[in-house]
């Protein structure tokens, strides 16, 4: 007849703690930390051991009476990742714990690193203690360990006014009404927008206001990563437009189409915002959209 296993239960606990002497050496590195510094022992052959030991590991020699205040930042010398802290950890958060040789120790301390995420920390990142407020003269004196200060996020906002001259004041009034304004140079024949005076290739005057169409095509396009107030979503393409009837392109937004699918000749549209809401600004075009006419070659 099978048994069944016998199984009992056994729990080793101290309650209330279970009381031991530090000896000399551990005991001056807990008093240290207690007063929020961290120190470790020179041995015989002058490293400095962090945590201090009473003997040189390496040679098995008693170590020196001196001791050396190390830190308080050290170097990562490898890590490991807890996803799923335990109730008995220092952070109840996953965080790594990391082996950190402080600088001027010649051995590495463990303790625990609040990094955030595991790329965040890998052998040679500099970290540094944060102190607990109450010491007791223990290793949680130090209640945990963070990545040095790499980078800060600082608020960026500039302003502009800004005055428009004659030639742009007019074209930004079109765009209010719905129309490209562009300019015709007599002598070379040649219309350019944003309607402006004179001519950059021959330097003639322009007198010649011309209307154009809403419509043309892409000459050429960058696909952006970073966002944009003004695009629909990341990544948007921003492109250079030849309008139907203009000799040089402008830049504007594409949208209404996946990134990806934006190509050079692709014929657009610009997608205005309502009437009612437009002002003498280029704000007044969304960004342009295709057309669905075959592509056009430039
Ligand atoms: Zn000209």
């Known amino acids: 007849m099978p048994s069944e296993p016998l199984v009992a239960q056994h729990v080793l606990e101290f309650p209330g703690g279970y009381t031991r002497t530090t000896g000399p ?37 008693s170590v020196t009476d001196e001791y050396v205040e190390v830190g308080p930042a050290g170097t990562v010398t490898t890590c ?13 958060r996953p965080f790594a714990w990391a082996l950190i040789r402080l600088d001027g120790a010649d051995t590495a301390l463990v303790h625990a690193v609040d990094a955030g995420n595991p790329k965040a920390l890998r052998p040679g990142a500099r970290v540094w203690p944060v102190w607990r407020q109450e010491r007791t003269g223990s290793i949680t004196d130090i209640s945990h360990f963070v990545p040095e200060v790499t980078r800060i996020v600082s608020p960026v906002r500039t302003e502009y006014r800004l005055q428009v001259g004659g030639a742009l004041k007019t074209f930004l009034e079109g765009v209010e009404r719905g129309v ?37 095509t892409i000459a050429t396009f960058a696909i952006n990563n970073l966002p944009d107030p003004r695009a629909p979503e990341v990544p948007f393409v921003s492109a250079y437009i030849l309008l139907d009837g203009a000799d040089i392109p402008m830049i504007a937004l594409v949208g209404g189409v996946p ?32 057309t669905g006419e075959p592509d056009r070659e430039l």
């Not at 005991?27 to 022992?41: C, H, K, P, S």
């Not at 015709?184 to 330097?203: E, F, I």
């Open 259 to 290: 990134a990806h699918e934006v190509r050079q000749g692709m014929r657009v549209r610009a997608d205005w915002v309502p009437e009612s809401e437009r002002t003498p600004s280029m704000a007044n075009i969304r960004w342009f959209a295709p």
């Open 25 to 61: 050496v551990i005991g001056r590195f807990l008093t240290e930390l207690r007063a929020g510094r961290i120190v470790g022992v020179r041995t015989a052959e002058g490293r400095v051991l962090v945590p201090p030991l009473e003997y040189d590991p390496a040679t098995g020699d």
């Open 80 to 92: 490991a990742w807890v996803t799923q802290p335990r109730e008995t950890h220092p952070l109840d």
């Open 180 to 216: 490209f304004l562009g300019g015709r140079c007599a002598s070379c024949d040649k219309v350019y927008v944003p309607y402006r005076l004179s001519c950059p290739q021959c330097g003639s005057v322009i007198a010649e206001q011309v209307e154009l169409p809403d419509t043309g």
